[in-house]
Nanobody, 122 residues
Framework: QVQLVESGGGLVQAGGSLGLSCAARGSILSMKAMAWYRQAPGKQRELVAGIISGGSTNYADSVKGRFTISRDNAKKMVYLKMNALQPEDTAVYYC????????????????WGQGTQVTVSS
């Protein structure tokens, strides 16, 4: 059984910073990639940032230069540092793990966290 547990959301004023953390729990052999998505009310879920096991990263244009994704492979964690937050960053942020291999599923599977609310006030 694999679980992704997020923490670190909250309320912040525009221009402020927040950090999100996501811990992957379970008997995990490897993970191809981890990512953060977000979903604002009435909008589709969108990719915010992703990072593969080798460390290469990808960001949505809207967050480039403001957000930084990082991961600790040994701890099976991924982080999202968010700076210069704007009201349009308000959303539920979801952690995603891609290609998670366990002894019970050598082929790998994808998992989602439960989501954490980020609210940016103007």
């Amino acid at each position: 059984q694999v679980q992704l547990v997020e923490s670190g959301g909250g309320l912040v004023q525009a221009g402020g910073s927040l950090g999100l953390s996501c811990a992957a729990r379970g008997s995990i052999l490897s993970m191809k990639a981890m990512a953060w998505y977000r979903q604002a009310p009435g909008k589709q879920r969108e990719l915010v940032a992703g990072i593969i096991s080798g460390g290469s990263t990808n960001y949505a244009d809207s967050v480039k230069g403001r957000f930084t994704i990082s991961r600790d492979n040994a701890k099976k964690m991924v982080y999202l540092k968010m700076n210069a937050l704007q009201p349009e960053d308000t959303a539920v942020y979801y952690c995603n793990a891609v290609g998670v291999r366990t002894w019970g599923n050598i082929g790998g599977n994808d998992y989602w966290g439960q989501g954490t609310q980020v609210t940016v006030s103007s």
